[in-house]
């Protein structure tokens, strides 16, 4: 079983419309969440991220941890076509070198 | 806004020579990674590098790879003898040192081992 699980996609979804993305793990070590945005041949920028379980609200962005599934979303809300990306889940333990363990990314399109 | 840089952008190289991959962490981090991402496949981690020593390294980081940060603002990736699977994506990351949760990551250099 993979580390990270993550839907490829793509997911193309028209603007304006709700966006769910996730991620399952099985680390149990695992304590912090993040979602990082990719564009194409372009770093990956954080979004948001979460400690432990639990939900975090950024703007247009809502961030879901669900330890006892070992289940992560991330949602989108009001989609814009400047959404479109490839979208990685990330993950990693406390203490230590904070290594951070990806999933293959979600790659979104969203559409006039 | 303080950002992660990399240099070269583009790189590409023959199969057997070496290569070093620079990277300018923002300037109050103290924690350094490399990751890799081969074309169509996930982000990978290489290595963390903390107080000058690694801190942990991947079973992809072997004797060909080496990390070094041989002034205050560089930190340098240096593989010895390319291979043709080494082509890819290669990006740095940094973070300060008591925020577990955000990695900052630059643009990256792709390498091309021909």
């Known amino acids: 079983q993979k580390e990270v699980e993550q839907d490829p996609g793509p997911l193309s979804v028209p603007e304006g419309a709700i966006v769910s993305l996730n991620c399952t793990y099985s680390?149990?070590?695992?304590?912090?969440f993040m979602w990082y945005r990719q564009y194409s041949r372009k770093g990956p920028e954080l979004l948001m991220y979460?400690?432990?379980?639990g939900n975090k609200e950024d703007g247009r962005f809502t961030a879901q941890v669900d330890k006892s599934s070992k289940y992560i979303s991330l949602f989108i809300r009001d989609s814009q076509p400047s959404d479109s990306a490839t979208y990685l889940c990330?993950?990693?333990?406390?203490?230590?070198?904070?290594?951070?363990?990806f999933g293959t990314g979600t790659q979104l399109k969203v559409e006039l | 806004e303080p950002e992660v840089t990399q240099t070269p952008s583009h790189q590409v190289t023959q199969m057997g020579q070496e290569v070093i991959l620079r990277c300018v962490p923002i300037s109050n981090h103290l924690y350094f990674y490399w990751y890799r991402q081969i074309l169509g496949q996930k982000v990978e981690f290489l290595v963390s590098?903390?107080?000058?020593?690694?801190?942990?390294k991947s079973e992809i980081f072997d004797d060909q790879f080496s990390v070094e940060r041989p002034d205050g603002s560089n930190f340098t990736l240096k593989i010895r003898s390319t291979k043709l699977e080494d082509s890819a994506m290669y990006f740095c990351?940094?973070?300060?040192?008591?925020?577990?949760?955000?990695?900052?990551f630059g643009p990256g250099t792709r390498l091309l081992v021909l």
């Open positions: 590098f903390y107080n000058n020593e690694i801190s942990e």
């Open positions: 990330a993950m990693s333990g406390a203490g230590g070198g904070n290594k951070l363990t």
């Open positions: 680390n149990s070590a695992f304590q912090y």
């Open positions: 979460t400690y432990s379980s």
């Open positions: 990351a940094s973070r300060l040192l008591d925020r577990e949760e955000t990695q900052y």
